[in-house]
């Protein structure tokens, strides 16, 4: 007998999106003709629970500055996710964050205090070579070519100069995973050169075909690195603001230092629903849904665009998809916006190879993204 699988991610109302979602859904987009494919949020409600599960946490008081790393429960969490695959962790080097931005900028600013580059390997999240930029870091740019990585292009980018090279895995936004084979190069540059790698691991539970290969499980390269974690994504808990950072013996207390240098100390908060998001099934079961769903939507998405005669890969994670559209991104943006009232985000923030590109972001319902779509690629057929 077979046994009905209840659908529980719930979709939003566009009224209840501009309520509730305002960052994606801002006051620029029409209210009843536009849809917001832009800002890295979702159209979906979030695992139910999480406000239970906080008020019942919130029995104990916390009128005091709590403990700087964050809270145990926390910790036991994190250390028996990664249990779950293989991978061990010490609290010792974890430190608990709100949202992984902030873990960005303290990698970046860690790497301002030492002399030389930053190398990024593009496409990659605007704000991490933002924040090394602000915080002072030269970039060098090492590209994913037709969804490659090369490992002999990375190498010969190195020079004494060099301090760092910076991943995004899975990759935001074309969706590459780092293959074990990938990192393992990796760790020999970085051994080789005495560098530090940062690894932006958010969109990990959002793997689709294969097990994501986490920088923490290749030995020799986990201590020498500074990955983030969090649960704004494929958790759905963007508003919660939590994550976590993990570091190497060499590298947490410093990492530690600049955050609190800011914080003080992280709010409870932070640890209460980074315990939710990974020890309650409910959470468990909306996140294995959701990558059921993006799976189906950026393969959907890049198809699309590729019968309007678009290259455009179908991502191996994440809920991107990542177009070329053959015209200057940073001008049909804002006229898209205004013709049509689709958001989407130019493909230049993030990078040399972005130029000419857009991020389309496809966590919305199917009937939402291909309505989407089809008004980015009329007014495409406008401008080609």
């Given at each position: 007998m077979s046994v009905l699988k209840v659908k529980i991610i719930k979709l939003l109302s566009k009224n209840d999106l501009r309520k509730q979602c305002p960052l994606k859904w801002h006051e620029n987009i029409p209210p009843e003709t536009g849809i917001s494919l832009g800002v890295a949020d979702v159209d979906f409600e979030g695992p139910e629970g999480i406000n239970e599960y906080i008020k019942s946490r919130l029995d104990d008081s916390f009128s005091f500055y709590q403990g700087q790393k964050g809270m145990d429960y926390a910790f036991n969490s994190i250390e028996n996710y990664f249990d779950s695959k293989s991978i061990k962790v010490d609290k010792n080097n974890l430190q608990v964050i709100p949202g992984t931005m902030l873990g960005i900028y303290a990698a970046m600013k860690w790497a301002s205090r030492r002399e030389g580059k930053v190398i990024c390997v593009g496409p990659i999240y605007e704000p991490i070579h933002r924040h090394a930029t602000d915080n002072g870091n030269p970039i060098d740019w090492v590209n994913l070519e037709n969804n490659k990585f090369d490992i002999d292009t990375l190498n010969n980018s190195v020079d004494n100069q060099t301090k760092m090279i910076a991943i995004c895995n899975p990759t935001n936004p074309i969706g590459y995973i780092y293959s074990s084979s990938d990192l393992k190069g990796l760790r020999d540059i970085i051994i080789d050169n005495n560098l530090v790698c940062f690894s932006d691991e958010l969109y990990e539970p959002l793997v689709f075909n294969q097990p994501q290969t986490s920088v923490l499980s290749i030995e020799g390269l986990k201590e020498r690195s500074i990955c983030l974690y969090g649960f704004s994504k494929a958790y759905g808990l963007a508003g919660y603001r939590s994550g976590f950072i993990h570091a190497g013996d060499d590298l947490i207390e410093e990492i530690r230092g600049i955050t609190n240098s800011i914080l003080v100390s992280p709010s409870p908060l932070s640890s209460i629903v980074c315990d939710f998001a990974l020890s309650n099934e409910?959470?468990?079961?909306?996140?294995?849904?959701?990558?059921?769903?993006?799976?189906?939507?950026?393969?959907?998405?890049?198809?699309?665009?590729?019968?309007?005669?678009?290259?455009c890969q179908t991502p191996d994670s994440c809920f991107f998809v990542f177009p070329d559209i053959g015209v200057d991104d940073a001008v049909f943006v804002p006229k898209l916006l205004e013709n049509k009232g689709i958001q989407v985000v130019e493909g230049s923030h993030f990078g040399p190879t972005g130029v000419n590109h857009i991020r389309v972001n496809c966590a919305t319902s199917k009937e939402r993204l291909i309505e989407g779509i089809d008004l980015i690629i009329t007014e495409l057929r406008k401008r080609n």
């Open positions: 409910f959470s468990k079961r909306w996140v294995g849904e959701f990558r059921e769903l993006m799976k189906s939507n950026t393969e959907i998405a890049s198809k699309y665009f590729r019968e309007a005669g678009h290259d």
